[in-house]
């Protein structure tokens, strides 16, 4: 009886997950997929008790098919995860580009020792921001970072770690998204059932 109780509450427990991260992605109308890179999980990043963002994670399905103990691992481009992430990121609050760039530079800046002025300019460049726009930030290797806002592409910024530094503040040990890491670590466990 005891195995059966846990097991549908294992079940419970993973169906109301999936509700969850599907709602999150029906509700900000995240695509399932960028380029060849599949939706892999989604979050909110809050300041206090407001959503400033919703957030959504793509990655290569391998990297999350692998046991919940070296996941992060396997995700972080800094620790040699392979295949590029991508970031997108719907403002949910009044939130200005300068704030956004101001919180993701001080953000980049305890995981990337480099000059931030180039990222900061380019998330400027795609204007003044607000609730409803739409930011994206690939991580192609370990050492390049894309920007788009609101679909145009700000071009890319170059330098050691940048890539591996952006995808750290919401893979590492003191990711900025809670509810991001938990998805992550759902759809992990589901990939590997």
Request: aromatic share 10%; charged share 20%; with cysteine.
């Amino acid at each position: 009886f005891f195995f059966f109780y846990k097991f549908i509450m294992l079940l419970f427990l993973t169906l109301l997950t999936t509700i969850i991260a599907v709602t999150l992605a029906n509700e900000y109308g995240f695509p399932q997929e960028i380029g060849k890179l599949p939706l892999q999980a989604t979050g909110v990043r809050k300041k206090g008790p407001i959503k400033a963002y919703a957030l959504g994670l793509y990655a290569p399905k391998e990297t999350l098919q692998t046991p919940l103990s070296s996941l992060y691992n396997s995700l972080r481009l800094s620790k040699g995860g392979k295949g590029s992430r991508t970031f997108i990121m719907k403002v949910t609050f009044k939130v200005s580009s300068d704030k956004m760039a101001s919180a993701l530079c001080d953000s980049l800046g305890t995981r990337y020792k480099g000059d931030m002025t180039e990222v900061a300019e380019k998330i400027l460049a795609g204007g003044k921001g607000g609730k409803g726009t739409v930011f994206q930030f690939d991580c192609v290797d370990s050492d390049t970072l894309g920007v788009t806002v609101n679909g145009k592409s700000m071009g890319k910024v170059e330098g050691k770690g940048i890539g591996s530094g952006f995808a750290d503040i919401y893979l590492d040990g003191k990711g900025v998204s809670p509810s991001l890491k938990k998805s992550i670590e759902q759809r992990c466990n589901d990939l590997n059932e």
